[in-house]
């Protein structure tokens, strides 16, 4: 997992530097979710995220309601994108279509919440709340994910 850490310097007169390192109190684990390209297969466009588990814990299933905008910022459609198990410490690659959709009809993409999170097991305790708790989303597009 990554970690920010504050060091503090002590300088000591005549005697060794002291260095202490204090956990950051804003670090949280993540889950990390970057939409990563569009590109459109036959009429088709597919979706390429790019998702990485930082939580400490293994994801086991996760299906997060998806929405998508045109540029105009309307509706096109609403889809459970099955991101399947996500590994702690494993970057995933996983890809999406939406089928007669071309990709520059994708305005914007939001991660409207997990509609299944199972972890150790679980699917409707604290645990299984991972998915929306830690979830961090950026874009390298022009298209902005939101959520």
Known sequence: ???????????MSGGPVMVQAQEDATDTPLLFLELNALQTVDQACRLSFIARNETGMDI????????IFDADGAVTS????????LPQARPRVRQFELTSTTCDAVGRVLINGASTCTVAGEAGS?????????????SRLNVELIG
């Open 78 to 85: 609403l889809s459970l994108f099955d991101f399947r198990d």
């Open 126 to 138: 604290e645990a299984s709340d991972l998915c929306d708790r830690a979830l961090s989303l950026t």
């Open 1 to 11: 997992m990554w970690s920010r850490v504050a060091l503090t310097i002590t300088l």
């Open 60 to 67: 086991e299933k996760a299906v997060f309601e998806t929405v």
